[in-house]
């Protein structure tokens, strides 16, 4: 992909120039990555004033290529510091000044306020000025390598989870599962977990974010899982809630098919130019008009990518339109206190009508399954 990443870093060095910054400072991780294609932990990457050949990755340590890590683009110039512990920001700083830069971009919402004073202390002719989430809105908009990417983490994911459902479950705790579902995403080829595995029974079912613990699982409880994969650094999601036992209670069945109805609604209202509070209202409605709208999340879904929340957000307030090519989540959920609930959660990629609507890329059934 080195041609993909010189054409991101060109797309940045313009929109900054624009902005009247002769050089960038990339800290943030994963900018650094989508940029420059892979960095160890610590890199940060200096868009320079001189052109292509004036960008440098600055390294704590030689890359190495490790599994999940991968190699920086070869079209970039990469410079190891010499002296162990060494702030790669702050030789940046003192770099884009070596080069002639009377003024660098930061990423402000990144650095502390301490590693800020140290570049103004280490290049003081310097004028630095805020970049703001320029890379994370350049990030929004997937190429299809990337893409590629998130199809091949959501099929490891839908492979985990489906292994699962076909394993006795009774009696087994929340912390076994979850470490099970771990283990068999590696197994199938992730780098990685992309996020902490969720596994919630009974009243703990339905819980976003519920960190699993060693209750066992009881016949007639709902299980709801969210797991996903990370692939080559791109992260995907998936969530779905099945019942323990030979056929589930009327209430459970209410509450799934409330909760179904309301992520279908969702799905069914991405497309390019719907906006991001739009998509939001659509998947909230159903579940606020049967009285559940109190005890919501803030938010119903979110972009995917390098990181696993990433922009945009489907929350009441959020502002923006969705664009082709735009991987996110939708994951309404309900949860009662002292019962339990559902959540049901999918990976999709933004597509225009023309290509056939949002592509759908977890595909594990949404079935109400009685395991």
């Given amino acids: 992909m080195s041609d993909a990443h010189g054409i991101r870093r060109g797309r940045l060095r313009d929109r900054v120039a624009a902005a009247g910054s002769e050089a960038v400072l990339v800290s943030r991780p994963a900018n650094v990555r989508y940029l420059a294609g892979s960095a160890p932990s610590g890199a ?6 001189g052109g292509p050949e004036s960008d440098v990755l600055l390294c704590p340590r030689t890359p190495e290529g490790a599994s999940g890590e991968g190699r920086p683009d070869e079209a970039l110039r990469v410079h190891v510091l010499p002296a162990p512990g060494a702030d790669a ?73 489906g292994e699962l459902l076909e394993s006795i479950l009774v009696g087994r705790t929340e912390r076994h599962l979850a470490l099970e579902l771990e283990r068999r995403l590696v197994d199938h080829g992730a780098d990685a977990p992309a996020f902490a595995t969720s596994v919630g029974t009974g009243p703990d079912s339905g819980r976003a974010g519920h960190r699993p613990t060693d209750r066992r ?19 995907c999601e998936i969530g779905r809630t099945f019942v323990i036992g030979s056929s589930p209670a ?9 909760v179904f109805a309301a992520q279908r609604a969702g799905r069914e209202a991405l497309a390019p130019g719907v906006e991001y509070r739009e998509v939001d209202r659509t998947a909230r409605q159903p579940l606020e008009a049967a009285g559940y709208g109190e005890g919501l999340p803030a938010s119903t879904g979110h972009g995917v ?40 959660d999918d990976t999709l990629v933004v ?8 592509e759908l890329l977890t595909i594990t059934t949404k079935e109400l399954l009685a395991l």
């Avoid at 940060?44 to 004033?49: Q, R, S, T, W």
């Avoid at 699982?217 to 992260?235: K, N, Q, T």
Wanted: hydrophobic share 40%; glycine share 10%; charged share 25%.
């Fill in 44 to 49: 940060v990457l200096l868009i320079g004033p």
């Fill in 89 to 161: 920001a702050v030789a940046a700083a003192g770099l884009a000044e070596a080069q002639g830069a009377r003024s660098l971009a930061v990423e402000e919402h990144h650095l502390t306020v301490a590693r800020h004073r140290a570049l103004g202390s280490v290049a003081p002719r310097l004028r630095l000025t805020g970049l703001g989430s320029a890379v994370e809105q350049q990030r929004i908009v997937k190429d299809q390598e990337e893409i590629s990417c998130l199809r091949t983490a959501a099929e490891i994911a839908d492979q985990a989870l």
């Fill in 217 to 235: 699982v009881e016949e007639g409880d709902f299980l709801s899982v969210c797991l996903g994969a990370d692939y080559r650094g791109y992260r």
């Fill in 250 to 258: 009327d209430w459970q069945i209410e509450l799934y098919d409330l």
């Fill in 305 to 344: 990518g390098l990181e696993i929340v990433e922009d945009p957000e489907f929350a009441p307030s959020a502002m923006g339109k969705l664009d082709a090519c735009v991987p996110v989540t939708v994951e309404p959920g309900v949860h009662l206190p002292g019962r339990g609930g559902v959540r049901i």
């Fill in 351 to 358: 597509r225009p009508e023309a290509d056939g609507g949002p």
